[in-house]
């Protein structure tokens, strides 16, 4: 910067405001009061005092008075489900950061991949064969790994995959996986399997539970730690294959380790709450806006950023209505959108 002019050199409080670990701050207090929020709000609230007191009653900090139905909605409602929500959130974000970086694809994603598809096929096999709990998260990750497989396959074309072979490939293995999940439903007992489909492949965190975070909390954080402990690799691996080949990293190694670590992710989170799209692909791009295009800035902000925004959504899915509203649906109004409008910058770009 010692050769620029004065007047051409950023200013000292900008360089400040996008300094990572600032971020990573600002953001943890935003996650804080995202899931204060979370556990306050909704058809019958409860004061963050209440709230505050609840927590802290085992190491005797409570200030106020609550009763036993705020205690059971805090301990055994919203708790499990708030924590679920954001780990979920932070996860199915950070798949979203990998995978478009793995692919050097902007638009990649679990749903436009069609991971998301491929597991939810999986786990409604699972349900109606009345399996739950690890069956139900090894047949989701088992069918959304293969899900990316295909695609891998499909897109990869004299030993090279370029973006518009890669989403073409996704939105086929999609489209297929979701047709197989409509043959699922038609094979399945109306008054008992089907509604539970239905529901769950809707997208929801409705029946979360203490049980339920422990059967997907591990799978989740595993794979994510995967993933971070692998963000300077991404940075590598995105800038092509040759690149990173002289560079001395084992390409197809590291990218199968990448894309089952997101499986994991994947398949762990659509087992508990169903499909939940387009967090994967929103959250990141809201990264990079804050910290540039190094992964090793852009995958924890991600995490981050992936909790925040899957827990506020969350909450206003169960606040906005006397009737919870499904979250994939809120989540696809939402990320629609945002999708069509990076679309149009990237073809604007090419111009």
């Given at each position: 910067m010692e050769g620029l002019p004065s007047e051409s050199r950023p200013p000292a409080s900008w360089s400040l405001l996008r300094s990572p670990r600032l971020i990573y701050a600002i953001l943890?207090?935003?996650?804080?009061?995202?899931?204060?929020l979370g556990v306050c709000?909704?058809?019958y609230s409860v004061a963050p005092a209440k709230v505050w007191s609840i927590l802290a009653s085992p190491i005797g900090l409570s200030i106020c008075d609550w009763t036993i139905m705020d205690e059971r909605v805090v301990t055994l409602l919203r708790g499990p489900r708030v924590l679920l929500t954001a780990i979920?959130?932070?996860g199915l974000a950070v798949c979203g950061a990998a995978l478009q970086g793995i692919f050097r694809n902007p638009l990649a994603s679990p749903e436009l991949l069609g991971v998301s598809s491929g597991a939810g096929f999986g786990g409604a096999i699972a349900i109606l064969l009345g399996a739950s709990g690890f069956v139900l998260i090894a047949a989701a990750f088992a069918a959304g790994m293969l899900a990316l497989i295909i695609v891998g396959g499909i897109?990869?074309?004299?030993?090279r995959s370029d973006i518009t072979t890669t989403i073409l490939a996704g939105v086929i293995v999609g489209a297929l996986f979701?047709?197989?999940v409509t043959a699922v439903q038609l094979f399945a007992d109306p008054q008992n399997s089907l509604p539970a489909i239905v529901f769950w492949l809707m997208g929801?965190?409705?029946t979360s539970s203490w049980d339920r975070v422990l059967i997907a909390a591990p799978a989740i954080v595993a794979g994510a730690l995967v993933l971070l402990a692998m963000r300077f690799r991404l940075n590598v691996l995105s800038l092509g294959e040759e690149e990173a080949q002289s560079l001395g990293v084992p390409v197809e190694r590291d990218r199968w380790l990448v894309c089952a670590a997101a499986s994991l992710i994947i398949g762990a989170a659509v087992a508990v709450a169903g499909i939940v799209g387009w967090v994967g692909i929103v959250v990141p791009h809201a990264a990079r806006l804050l910290v540039g295009h190094d992964h090793r800035n852009v995958v924890p902000t991600?995490?981050?950023l992936g909790a925040i925004y899957l827990s506020l959504m969350d909450t206003l899915a169960r606040s906005l209505t006397n009737a919870e509203l499904p979250l994939g649906v809120l989540t696809a109004v939402i990320g629609a959108p945002i999708v069509a409008l990076l679309l149009r910058r990237m073809i604007r770009g090419g111009e």
């Open positions: 943890g207090l935003a996650l804080t009061a995202s899931l204060l709000l909704g058809q979920s959130g932070a897109a990869r074309v004299g030993g979701t047709a197989l929801s965190f409705a991600s995490c981050l």
